[in-house]
């Protein structure tokens, strides 16, 4: 069985379809939990299916360093290493060596840097990225590039953005011919409209069997991300999946969908489980705050996921307070759950032809804000 993505409707810019892999379909606009070191934090793999997720992230750089990706293969590939057996997108590496590891040095072959886990000297070019891939079995594959943060010069971004074209190259030659796995080009560019549409270009002459929007979620804020989204999609096949790295709060996923994106990953759900940070129709709202502790209501009374059907917040601060390990499995479930509320929502709606006001109910219980406290 190969790799394919059937787009199914769409409404304005918005899409939904499915992405058809031989470890089982991805519904789009898709919402990728985090699995950074083999495991989302907090979750049983089969938890995190049953919040609602078709796909879950990988990321090369860690799993390279720990365990190493060679042993990760030894033991029968990622998916039987951490129980997911549904697909698993891996990033390239390129965007955590630029934001994690010590003594960076980037040439045209590609970057060496020190391992923020115990010094150690590594290098990543395309050829070892896809080489890492391919070891830990992942379903859809990065090409490696180089993300500067923004604000960066136009200068820097064009020559980062150029180096990254040579790279996709590179990735597209090291991949291979790989029936059943996918290899996603990255669009760099920065918040330039000429240097995103000389990406595209590229990378469409290249050929990928899907396409991501990179370089954003980088510190340039959302209206300057959307103001990207409003045209880089465009320049980007309408028959292969888009996808955004790295985003992002509800209202930014939301706004990318919106836009056409397909696609997204970020570790804001489940990291905010960590820390007390609570995502719900009625937007943010933090449990470790003393409104809750005398609250016998659950985060959300629609809401069907564990921590919603058994627990009140009076608990959930208690355990949250008390550093208790079932605050963070509780919480980022609900976390997780709601994005996917959040994704089947639209899927939905894109596919009834009421994507807009789907999105207008969604801003309007949000900017209600949270039930008064009791
Ligand atoms: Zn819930």
């Keep these: 069985m190969t790799f394919r993505f059937r787009l199914q409707a769409t409404d304005g810019m918005a899409r939904t379809g499915v992405i058809d892999t031989p470890r089982g379909e991805v519904r789009t606009p898709a919402f990728m939990p985090v699995g950074t070191a083999a495991t989302v934090k ?52 390129g965007f955590q060596v630029m934001s994690l590891a010590g003594l960076r040095k980037l040439t045209e072959e590609g970057v060496t840097f020190k391992s923020h886990i115990d010094g150690s000297r590594h290098e990543l070019t395309p050829e070892r990225s896809m080489e890492i891939q ?43 011919d790989r029936p059943g796995h996918a290899l996603f080009g990255i669009m760099q560019g920065g918040v330039t409209q000429e240097l995103r549409e000389e990406s595209a270009r590229a990378l469409v002459d290249i050929g990928f069997d899907g ?5 954003l979620a980088v510190g340039e804020g959302q209206e300057a991300m959307f103001g990207v989204l409003d045209y880089a999609p465009g320049y980007l ?8 790295m790295g985003v992002g709060k509800p209202d930014d ?39 809750h502790q005398d609250d016998p209501r659950p985060l959300d009374d629609q809401c069907s996921c564990p921590a919603c059907r058994g627990y009140s917040r009076a608990y959930l601060h208690h355990v949250f307070r008390s550093q208790e390990i079932i605050s963070s499995m509780l919480l980022t479930w609900h976390n997780l759950h709601y994005y996917q509320q959040i994704m089947a929502g639209m899927r939905g709606a894109i596919a009834e032809g009421r994507f807009a006001d789907w999105e207008a109910a969604f801003h309007k219980e949000r900017e209600a804000g949270d039930i008064a406290p009791l």
């Design 237 to 244: 096949p309408t028959d292969k999946p888009r996808y955004l």
């Design 42 to 93: 907090a979750m049983l793999p089969g938890s995190v299916r049953e919040t609602g997720a078709d796909i879950v992230l990988g990321n090369t750089y860690h799993l390279m360093l720990r365990p190493t990706a060679e042993r990760i293969a030894g033991l029968g590939g990622l998916h039987r290493f951490m129980n997911w057996e549904r697909p698993i997108l891996t990033d390239s590496g």
């Design 134 to 176: 391919r070891l830990l079995g992942s379903d859809i594959v990065m090409c490696f590039d180089e993300c500067p943060a923004l604000p960066a010069s136009d200068d820097e971004v064009a020559r980062a953005m150029r180096l990254s074209m040579r790279w996709a190259e590179r990735s597209k030659d090291a991949f291979g």
């Design 211 to 215: 396409y991501a929007v990179g370089g």
């Design 253 to 291: 996923i939301v706004g990318a969908v919106k836009r056409g994106i397909d696609m997204m990953d970020c570790v804001l759900p489940s990291r905010s489980g960590r820390t007390g940070q609570v995502f719900t129709r009625h937007g943010v709202l933090n449990i470790k705050n003393a409104r």
